[in-house]
């Protein structure tokens, strides 16, 4: 009886050693984890939250960057954008360069994706090829592709052979947002491309394999085994192409300044506009404002309406 008494006196010993032994380990876990969430939350709080914050507050100020005082101004920005003009042709400019960059961008960086995923000849060549855009500096890409619209550039000397006639697309108001939605369509298709090209990666081969038995073709197994597998990853790209489209200023501020006209002013470039070169940062902060507040709305819908699983 004496020995079963030790045994279980032993056990229960062992039992609170490895406990508090768990227990210093998660407490030196925990410390670790809050240790280096602690600077990426900083930095998000000094460059991103407090400035949000800021914006949102100024936004009902008439701050003037060159004024000695600041006017509380309540509503009336806001009132005043809803009544300028040039408001509204950023916003019908904003939403016709969406709806025509993503759908374009998604179909052909879904359809490169797929290519590259095909056991071809300078697969990895071209896969490199493709993605060089996407982390070449959008300023530089610009400054070329001004030059290759221009009246005497690349593109106006290709169709003169075909007998068309030159045009500086930059300067014409038909032709400046749309020469901007390729230069964007170009630069973006090879990014999305890398993430569909790990989805079409994810799709277990057994799927193909039991669609050939079954005698489906290459289009049926596209249509009815990749483009429902890669749905997720398709929400995901529909989602960033939305918000970047929303948000494109570097590609207008290089190559037209949002002209001719206001024929290319986007959203950013209208709150960039207002707030650095009018210096009407209250102004300008309150067009930001509201531009956020369209981005929230656009995704929203989206999640609810075309949801990344359809269950």
């Not at 071809?120 to 090829?129: C, K, L, N, W």
């Not at 960033?240 to 002013?265: H, K, R, W, Y």
Request: with cysteine; proline share 5%.
């Amino acid at each position: 009886m004496l020995p079963g008494i030790y045994m279980n006196d032993a056990i229960s010993v062992r039992i609170k050693i490895n406990m508090k032994r768990n227990s210093s380990t998660k407490k030196e876990q925990q410390f670790w984890a809050y240790t280096f969430l602690f600077f990426p939350l900083m930095l998000l709080t000094i460059f991103v939250f407090i400035p949000i914050l800021f914006s949102f507050v100024i936004s009902f100020f008439d701050w003037e960057l060159m004024a000695s005082h600041q006017k509380f101004a309540g509503l009336n920005n806001y009132i005043e954008i809803f009544g300028d003009k040039i408001f509204y042709k950023a916003l019908v400019n904003t939403v016709f360069y969406t709806i025509g960059v993503v759908p374009i961008q998604t179909l052909l960086a879904l359809f490169l994706a797929f290519v590259m995923n095909q056991k071809i000849r300078g697969r990895a060549f071209f896969r490199t090829a493709f993605y060089i855009p996407a982390v070449t500096s959008s300023v530089v890409t610009s400054i070329i592709f001004v030059a290759i619209y221009s009246k005497e550039g690349l593109l106006n000397s290709l169709l003169g052979n075909l007998g068309i006639q030159p045009n500086d697309w930059l300067t014409n108001p038909k032709t400046v947002l749309i020469s901007i939605m390729m230069l964007n369509i170009w630069t973006t298709s090879g990014y999305f491309m890398v993430s569909f090209l790990a989805g079409l990666q994810n799709i277990p081969a057994s799927l193909y394999e039991a669609a050939r038995l079954e005698g489906a073709t290459q289009s049926q197994q596209f249509w009815h085994i990749t483009v429902p597998m890669v749905r997720p990853v398709t929400y995901f790209v529909v989602v960033m192409s939305l918000i970047g489209c929303f948000q494109v200023f570097d590609q207008v501020f290089v190559m037209s300044e949002g002209g001719p006209n206001n024929a290319s002013t986007t959203m950013a470039y209208y709150v960039y506009q207002n707030g650095f070169k009018y210096f009407r940062l209250g102004y300008g902060a309150a067009a930001a404002i509201l531009l956020a507040g369209i981005i929230m709305i656009v995704t929203v819908i989206q999640k609810k309406y075309f949801p990344p699983y359809p269950y």
